[in-house]
């Protein structure tokens, strides 16, 4: 039985219109309307203008009736992770900092995607300014999991998956600084893509740490993530991080290398120090489901070695806390951001200010990052971490010659309940143990659902790739996908 028009893919919405099938109109008042059945329950959203996105489908609508459609996204509704710039529209990266801050352009992603055609429907919640791995950080509320309410939805990106589970939106973008794409969607069911560190512009992303941050899509199949990388991808002068690489169609080039397989296998690489302690046995057992499946498929699956592995959640947090310190300084009560009335002088307005405006997770790290910055620590933390991020890629380089992707878990545990680890930042921060090397590597990751527990929760599998070979691993995903129909399965709110 066909799924409800807010539960189907970008890639069957995109069909649909082309076909005259259904408005884009009716496909954005499907999940308007699903929206307000199931909102006050998973509250995914900052904030969302129904006539603003109402309109753009009207704008969709006319110029496919007068044949000047502008691509396959055009008349699809596609929500956004609060972090960016969208013009008229709230900026608030989940903070009391930038609570009543309306964006004064686009992101050069939310350019892209309006030049695409697509219906910008709503602003998603997460994890203040991206720090985070639950979405409890949110200064304004805690966004669900579709799948148990009770349960987080991952971070930072928790709205961006949490309302493509519920069937909020068709497809969601969000960034990943440190697994923020790849974790929640696997704890909600749902597949997630980290392009490779320059891929698509960071012009108009309000900054965590500048040398990790991407932004990336979410959908509900293999093929609605190679839609959207293809319409925010590419060279943007404006940002001087932003690479300047042929963007191809994503969905073509891993058809073809599913073709190539079958005269080359695909090798695929077990980093033997992901399999270790901690992981937890129902996802471990989908985990050796999946590489069964691989195997049965012809793929040539060994063993590899990522040996400074130990020491990434350590780098990770010395580096992405220092670049968080310095990006965040800027929100000081004068420059920019939520301004004290509690003032009697020029330094009280900076110290209130970012007293109030900040939460605990951001002040933490912004003291931690000050800390290994500071004169007689900078050499025994930031440079020595930097050093160490350069091996963590040698790793990665060097598995690559062996094989053509790696294969782990996404996350070592499904997800956990609201408030369970608030209490221990440190517990907190070794959920994202299995995604953070891949941001320290700049390299291409994703995630995909490749089982549930007992208990019905979604488990993510996850693919590594070399640097801007996407491709590759769109192609392996899809492969599994074909064979499995855990994507297929819908919470029951």
């Known amino acids: 039985m066909d799924a409800p028009l807010h539960f189907r893919t970008a890639t069957e919405v995109s069909a649909l219109l082309a076909r005259r099938e259904v408005s884009s109109v009716e496909i954005t008042r499907a999940v308007i309307e699903r929206t307000r059945a199931v909102e006050d329950r998973v509250r995914a959203f900052t904030a969302r203008d129904e006539q603003r996105a109402l309109a753009q489908a009207a704008a969709s609508d006319a110029r496919r009736a007068a044949d000047r459609t502008l691509g396959p996204l055009d008349g699809v509704p596609v929500s956004v992770k609060d972090v960016l710039a969208s013009e008229g529209e709230p900026l608030t990266c989940s903070s009391r900092m930038l609570a009543n801050f309306v964006s004064p352009y686009d992101a050069t992603a939310i350019a892209r995607l309006k030049a695409a055609g697509a219906v910008l429907w709503g602003r998603l919640n997460m994890d203040e300014f991206a720090m985070g791995s639950s979405t409890e950080n949110s200064a304004f509320h805690t966004t669900a999991n ?16 949490a309302a493509l589970a519920a069937g909020e939106s068709i497809v969601t973008l969000g960034s990943d600084t440190g697994g923020s794409i790849r974790q929640p969607a696997a704890l909600c069911g749902v597949s997630g893509l980290k392009p490779t560190y320059g891929r698509v512009s960071r012009y108009g992303l309000v900054a965590f740490a500048s040398s990790l941050d991407q932004v990336g899509p979410l959908g509900r199949c293999v093929d609605d993530l190679g839609l959207l990388l293809g319409a925010i991808s590419g060279h943007d002068e404006r940002d001087s991080t932003s690479v300047r690489v042929p963007v191809p169609d994503f969905n073509v080039e891993a058809a073809a290398r599913l073709a190539q397989h079958r005269e080359r296998p695909l090798r695929i690489g077990l980093p033997k120090e992901y399999f270790g302690e901690g992981l937890d046995p129902e996802i471990r057992a989908a985990i050796e489901h999946a590489i069964a499946f691989y195997r049965a498929q012809g793929c ?22 220092a670049e968080a310190s310095s990006n965040l300084a800027r929100y000081d009560g004068i420059r920019y951001g939520h301004r004290s009335t509690n003032i009697s002088d020029a330094i009280d307005i900076y110290a209130q200010s970012r007293a109030e405006g900040f939460g605990a ?15 007689g620590y900078y050499d025994a933390y930031y440079l020595r971490a930097q050093k160490v991020r350069t091996l963590i890629r040698r790793d990665f380089l060097q598995a690559f010659e062996q094989v053509d992707a790696l294969l782990t878990p996404t ?39 490749c089982g549930f527990t007992a208990g019905g929760l979604p488990i993510g599998l996850q693919l590594l790739g070399r640097p801007f ?7 392996l995903a899809k492969s599994y996908e074909q064979s499995h129909d855990w994507h297929l399965r819908r919470p029951s709110l």
């Open 146 to 161: 579709p799948w148990d309410l009770d349960r987080i939805p991952g971070g930072s990106s928790g709205g961006s998956a």
């Open 300 to 321: 040539d699956v060994r063993e590899v070695s990522l040996p400074h592995t130990q020491y990434a959640i350590a780098t990770y947090y010395i580096i992405a806390t």
């Open 361 to 375: 997770e951001v002040k933490r790290r912004i003291i931690l990052g000050t800390y290994v910055l500071s004169s």
């Open 411 to 449: 996350s070592p545990i499904p997800a956990f309940r609201k408030g369970e680890k608030s209490a221990d930042p440190l517990a907190m921060y070794l959920a994202d143990i299995f995604t953070i090397s891949t941001n320290l590597a700049g390299l291409p990751g994703l995630s995909i659902p």
């Open 469 to 475: 070979e996407e491709s590759t691993l769109l192609a």
